[in-house]
């Protein structure tokens, strides 16, 4: 791992209407769009969507390195973080973000170290503890598979 400060650049580029499109050094360019709920079309990306993706991929790959970390054999994690989006003060932000998180993990391993390396994961997640609002985290952990 590099040194801190870590600096991350992306460029967003866009006309008077249309999608927009997202760039970033070495990185296929991805189409950006409003979502459904701001009238778009529904079949990009929104910022809305990279939020969310942000705080479940962050959450996945901090738990990956912790289990790491400390030794915990797992089979596979999904996580999915649903936000609320709302009007608060006059701004519209989210308000809230629950992820549901789904560990499958060997006979041989503990359920609760495994649950509580979950909730490790979600304390030391970058995203997570980058956001204003209010997160929670649900667990379910299942034995083989």
């Avoid at 999608?19 to 079309?41: M, T, Y």
């Avoid at 991929?57 to 999915?80: D, G, P, Q, T, Y």
Wanted: charged share 25%.
């Amino acid at each position: 791992m590099q040194d801190f400060p870590h600096m991350y650049k992306v460029t967003a580029e866009g006309n008077i209407s249309g999608n927009l499109n997202s760039k970033c050094e070495n990185l296929a360019d991805i189409e950006i769009a409003p979502p459904i709920q701001f009238g778009g079309p529904g079949d990009k990306w929104s910022p809305e969507d990279l939020f969310m993706a942000s705080i479940a991929n962050c959450f996945v790959l901090s738990f990956r390195a912790i289990a790491r970390a400390s030794k915990l054999e797992w089979l596979s994690i999904e996580c999915e973080s649903q936000g609320e989006l709302d009007k608060l003060d006059g701004k519209i932000q989210f308000t809230s973000v629950k992820s549901n998180i789904r560990l499958h993990i060997p006979a041989s391993e503990s359920i609760q170290n495994a649950e509580r390396l979950l909730f490790k994961a979600d304390e030391k997640c970058l995203i997570r503890n980058s956001i204003a609002c209010k997160t929670s985290i649900d667990c379910e952990i299942v034995i083989g598979e």
